[in-house]
Nanobody, 116 residues
Framework: QVQLVESGGGLVQAGGSLRLSCAASGSFFSSYAMGWYRQTPGKQRELVARIFSSGSTRYADSGKGRFTISRDNAKNTVYLQMNSLKPEDTAVYYC??????????WGQGTQVTVSS
């Protein structure tokens, strides 16, 4: 069982920045593929960015050039730096951990609201 706790969401004006954090439990964090997803009411949860155990990253087109995912294995934490935020980035952002062997875990989500 892996527990994920997100933090860092809030209200920001368009053009501003936020950094989301996700702290994970477990002794094998460095082996997890970690991801950030987001969801708005009535829509499916969508990928924002992923970072693999190798450190390689993948981004959805919506965040390329504006968002950066990173991880600190010593702190069991993954980050999402979001710059140049737009009102359409408003959503609940969820952290996800993919465990070797196939299990996946979600955090409780953190609200990001971007005002115009």
């Amino acid at each position: 069982q892996v527990q994920l706790v997100e933090s860092g969401g809030g209200l920001v004006q368009a053009g501003g920045s936020l950094r989301l954090s996700c702290a994970a439990s477990g002794s094998f964090f460095s082996s997890y593929a970690m991801g950030w997803y987001r969801q708005t009411p009535g829509k499916q949860r969508e990928l924002v960015a992923r970072i693999f155990s190798s450190g390689s990253t993948r981004y959805a087109d919506s965040g390329k050039g504006r968002f950066t995912i990173s991880r600190d294995n010593a702190k069991n934490t993954v980050y999402l730096q979001m710059n140049s935020l737009k009102p359409e980035d408003t959503a609940v952002y969820y952290c996800h951990a993919s465990i070797p062997g196939g299990d996946g875990y979600w955090g409780q989500g953190t609200q990001v609201t971007v005002s115009s």
